[in-house]
């Protein structure tokens, strides 16, 4: 049957499924599109040993529970080619099934070479034979545990493994159920900022490659054009060329949408996250792996962070007109939820909060304690406004403007601009009355110093937008009026958009629920408010 479907594609009688791509817009956003039309990835990661058929039974209900659309999962070479040469794609195929039933579209992880940096998931027969697939060298010539991207052969056997699997995706997925592909899992290594073989040696005593010359505006040695940083970037030019010859050569079979992610050192200082580690695609490196790896469409910042100006700082880095922003891993402990906020405002085709499954793993301090139903719930509610929209949501975000936030550690309101509009997000608010009345007393809110609070704005017209929030106030006022003039609320609609893209309104807020601004509580909902101009 499959082959018939196969032949008939083939023979043009029948279409073949449009592949996913990302595709740029002229304002700097990028709309991915899945089976031909925009999509948005609200995802979850399942941990990391929950990719064998066992498991899916902890996963598929989390995923629901959820509201998520994509499953992100591990596939590990260890586990597709146990013994060289010979392939096993059962999980994939149980996998792929699986998600087809539960009306979920699958990102598979491509645990090789590097998954953390450590070679854990290559099968036994690499990650023992250090004589044929050499590990890095410290710079007095001992071992260092993470695999070297200097070698010839280890590049061959995972590319030929990754290679197997996409073959296996073309034949076995024609419908793409699988809509994106990540390459290798958080590249680089701790503790050592680049191999000292003699191999590596030779490079990195020789000129930077021209690409990175004209990148520079200067040519030399690594320490020349690079400096402090040399180590770090001659590590990634070479993580960043292994990981795009794997991509190009799966691409050649299939060409799905393929991304790198890493882990994020502080955004605040960048000889620190140099480090941490050496080699990925941290957001000090972001142009020379545009520059290293053009076969990866875009790198993603991994975020456990829990400090808002951490991860606004983040997303602003990663957020460019050649890469389009993806948070593959976002922490899953309730205070890191409010982030959706922040990141599908900004026009993000997709994110996962990581450890989404009910095997019971938790991902404390850098995530939640346990995925509990609160827990659970913090991301749900919030997925729960775009799960319906989310084809609408993703034509809405690429359009732009659209902006997002949440609440930061000092509370503070936060503001931008939209045309002659100013949109306010403020915090800490009853839903009756303002913070200046003195002529009554209340009780501080109960979020006061929770970490809770966030919301989205689009611009849909000059004076019409699309908003969304929880834990929140959100007002518009004209950004400088004239004289005389006055900004006001036309109309505030609560509803939601249908399958078609027609917005279809559940009531009309007014009176107390538009007096005191727009307050979001704990349960978000979607408006569309319309303002306008009275003078006089
Ligand atoms: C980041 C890695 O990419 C994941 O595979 C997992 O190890 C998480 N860290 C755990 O927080």
Redesign the pocket.
């Known amino acids: 049957m499959k082959r018939f479907a196969l032949l008939l594609a083939a023979s043009g009688l029948m279409a073949a499924a449009p592949l996913p791509k990302i595709v740029a817009q002229p304002n700097g956003r990028h709309v991915f599109l899945v089976d031909g039309a925009p999509f948005v990835m609200l995802g979850g990661?399942a941990?990391?040993s929950s990719n064998y058929p066992a498991m899916l039974p902890k996963v598929w209900p989390v995923l629901h529970a959820l509201h998520a659309n994509t499953l992100e999962m591990?596939v590990a070479w260890e586990q597709v080619e146990p013994v060289e040469g010979r392939f096993d794609f059962s999980f994939v195929d149980t996998l792929i099934r699986e998600a087809r039933e539960n009306r979920v579209r699958l990102v598979l992880?491509w645990?090789g070479t590097w998954?953390?940096t450590s070679p854990n998931y290559a099968p036994a027969w690499v990650k023992m034979d250090n004589a044929r697939f050499p590990r890095m060298r410290t710079a007095d010539g001992k071992a260092h545990g993470v695999l070297s991207p200097h070698s010839r052969s280890t590049l061959e056997a995972d590319k030929r493994a990754f290679v197997a699997l996409m073959t296996h995706l073309r034949d076995a997925d024609p419908d793409n159920q699988v809509i994106m592909v990540q390459v290798e899992?958080?590249i680089g290594s701790y503790g050592l900022a680049r191999d000292h073989s003699p191999e590596a040696e030779r490079l990195f005593r020789g000129p930077v490659p021209a690409a990175l010359a004209k990148l520079k505006g200067r040519g030399g040695t690594w320490s020349e054009v690079y400096g402090d940083f040399a180590e770090q970037a001659f590590a990634s030019w070479h993580m960043a060329r292994y990981a795009d010859e794997i991509a190009a050569a799966g691409k050649a079979v299939k060409a799905l949408p393929m991304y790198c992610?890493s882990?994020m050192g502080s955004p605040f200082d960048a000889k620190s996250a140099s480090t941490t580690p050496s080699g990925g695609p941290q957001w000090n490196m972001i142009d020379l792996w545009k520059a290293a790896a053009p076969h990866i469409d875009l790198v993603a910042p991994?975020i456990?962070n829990h400090d808002a100006r951490e991860v606004t700082q983040i997303l602003s880095y990663y957020d460019r007109p050649d890469n389009a922003l993806f948070v593959?891993?976002l922490?899953n402990a309730p205070d890191q939820a409010r982030y959706l906020w922040g990141i599908l405002g900004r026009g993000a085709i997709g994110v996962a909060p990581?450890?989404t499954d009910a095997t019971g793993y938790a991902?404390y301090p850098?995530?939640a304690k346990a995925l509990d139903a609160a827990t659970l719930e913090a991301f749900a509610s919030k997925y729960a406004v775009f799960a319906d929209i989310s084809r609408q949501w993703a034509r809405i975000a690429a359009a732009g403007p659209s902006w997002g936030v949440a609440k930061g550690a000092d509370a503070a309101d936060r503001s931008t601009a939209f045309g002659r509009w100013r949109a306010n997000v403020s915090f800490e608010q009853w839903e009756f009355g303002e913070r200046d009345w003195t002529w009554i007393k209340s009780e501080p809110h109960p979020t006061k110093g929770q970490p809770v609070g966030g919301a989205v704005v689009a611009q849909l017209g000059p004076d019409e937008f699309l908003v969304a929030g929880s834990d929140a106030r959100v007002r518009f006022s004209l950004a400088s009026p004239a004289a005389g003039e006055s900004g006001a609320i036309v109309r505030v609609e609560e509803g939601t958009y249908d399958e078609s893209g027609r917005w279809v309104m559940a009531r009309v807020w007014n009176g107390d629920q538009t007096d005191y601004g727009l307050n979001f509580t704990h349960q978000p909902v979607l408006l569309r408010v319309k303002m306008g101009v009275w003078r006089g």
């Open positions: 990661q941990n990391n591990p992880l645990f998954k953390n899992n958080e992610n882990a991994d456990y593959p891993e922490g990581f450890g991902n850098l995530g």
